[in-house]
């Protein structure tokens, strides 16, 4: 079998798709992984300034608001090269450059060119990102969904492994300019399936566009099978994501320096992310969406419960920070999986890349939205209150789900049906 072959999407289709997949999301998450994991601790080494590493979380920008162009994304395009191949490659090959041109600017003389060319970084893999998401879209049927999904929140563990350990270990010993030339040598070799192969063909029908013919951000986001999703998708996710970014400053207050909660990571919380990730996806195809979402709502909470506790005490050991880390990285791989499953199912079609780019933005923002409202509760009453306030909102959230649900089925009792005759006919 030559290498063409593994791509070929009759002989082997799921271990094609898988194969590629695992190539273009790795190829968005080594590089991010080494900003978002490496980059904070090589500047403090360097004594930087808490002010210059804080700005490095503007970088989320370019994936909180891909969507507002997301649109161009799916209507443009050069047939013969292929719908999505037209922007993943190229984009691709721009972040190899870009990451050759980051070996010339180390961030303790060049702080100002360095965190530009690592914004534009972001941007080209945000919009990368909106064709491997439509692309993956695209290609996967609804049996086959979860397990796209597993490989994309996968990707994001397995980038901070090596991205945030294995490089920042590099970095130590080769210094930052062959740090930044091992990465761009990285992602041009993990450019080349998408490259050597040819574009698979959508598995919906009528997905073959002209210029006109997409529907824009806000037009998908009015349709009635999104506007259903919406609020299934946030109410009982966003508090437990507010759950979970204030974990580490508690942490933090409670004696765990920065060095231990790093360690932690690397060694337990990022290893562990990556194996319940892999869980869930087989998880979720045996117990269903429904059951698979009560069963996170129900850890989520029993989490924060703890949490709570462990502020009452004023105290936290090692272990117990490191099974409540795991946990927490557990919970994030295991409920991008769900949601993006969900994504995936009311985005395929013609606007795949637009609507996947729209609700996964909108996954985002509305916790980054709260986060300063709940920072603000911390810091006038305390994580005690805190974590009491996140504990009633995800328990809310997560009844009023329900009732959402039962009231979906009452309207349209037919609705189980189709979902069980696509997956009858993705098999088949």
């Known amino acids: 079998m030559n290498f063409f072959s593994m791509f070929h999407p009759v002989r082997h ?110 941007i080209v893999m945000a919009t990368n990102d909106i064709a491997v998401d439509g692309y993956a879209t695209d290609i996967l049927y609804p049996h086959e969904r979860a397990w796209g ?18 490089m920042l270990f590099l970095h130590t010993s080769l210094g930052w ?46 349709t009635p099978s999104v506007q259903k999703l919406l609020p299934i998708l946030i109410l009982p996710t966003a508090f437990v994501f507010n759950s979970f970014q204030m974990r580490m400053p508690l942490f933090t207050d409670l004696g765990l320096d920065s060095r231990v909660l790093g360690a932690i990571m690397m060694k337990w919380a990022y290893p562990a992310g990556l194996a319940g990730t892999i869980f869930s996806g087989w998880l979720l195809q045996r117990i269903g969406e429904k059951s698979f979402l009560r069963l996170f709502s129900i850890t989520a909470l029993m989490l924060t419960a703890y949490t709570m506790l462990c502020a009452v005490e004023k105290k936290i050991g090692l272990e117990q920070a490191a099974v409540i880390l795991s946990l927490d ?27 996947f780019a729209a609700l996964s933005s909108l996954f985002i923002i509305v916790p980054l939205t ?21 504990g009633i909102l995800i328990l809310a959230g997560t009844v009023v789900t329900e009732q959402l649900r039962r009231r979906t089925n009452k309207s349209d009792p037919s609705h189980s049906l189709i979902i069980h005759r696509e997956r009858r006919h993705g098999r088949q």
Not at 332 to 355: D, L
Request: hydrophobic share 50%; proline share 5%.
């Open 370 to 390: 709260f986060s300063p409202v709940f920072g603000a509760v911390g810091d006038r009453w305390g994580f005690v209150t805190l974590y009491a306030t996140l």
């Open 177 to 222: 300019q062959n740090v930044c030339f091992i990465l761009s040598c990285t992602v041009l070799l993990l450019s080349l399936p998408a490259v050597l192969h040819r574009e698979l063909p959508p598995v919906t029908e009528d997905v073959t566009i002209r210029n006109d013919e997409t529907m824009g951000t806000f037009s998908f986001l009015k």
């Open 13 to 122: 289709p799921i271990a094609a798709k898988a194969g590629l997949l695992i190539s273009m999301y790795m190829c968005q998450t080594l590089s991010l992984g080494y900003v978002f994991g490496s980059l904070p601790v090589i500047m403090r080494q360097q004594n930087m300034s808490l002010k210059s590493i804080g700005a490095l979380f503007l970088l989320h920008l370019p994936w909180a608001f891909k969507f507002l162009y997301a649109s161009w994304i799916d209507r443009l395009y050069i047939p013969s090269v292929g719908r999505r191949r037209s922007w993943i490659v190229p984009l691709q090959w721009l972040a190899a450059v870009i990451l050759l041109c980051l070996s010339q600017t180390p961030p303790e003389t060049h702080f100002n060119m360095m965190y530009l060319l690592v914004l534009l970084l972001h």
């Open 149 to 166: 999904n597993t490989i994309q929140s996968g990707a994001r563990f397995a980038g901070m492994m090596l991205g945030g350990g294995l």
């Open 329 to 355: 990285n557990i919970l994030t791989g295991s409920i991008h999986v769900w949601a993006y499953t969900q994504i995936m199912s009311v985005s395929a079609g013609k606007q795949a890349g637009t609507g």
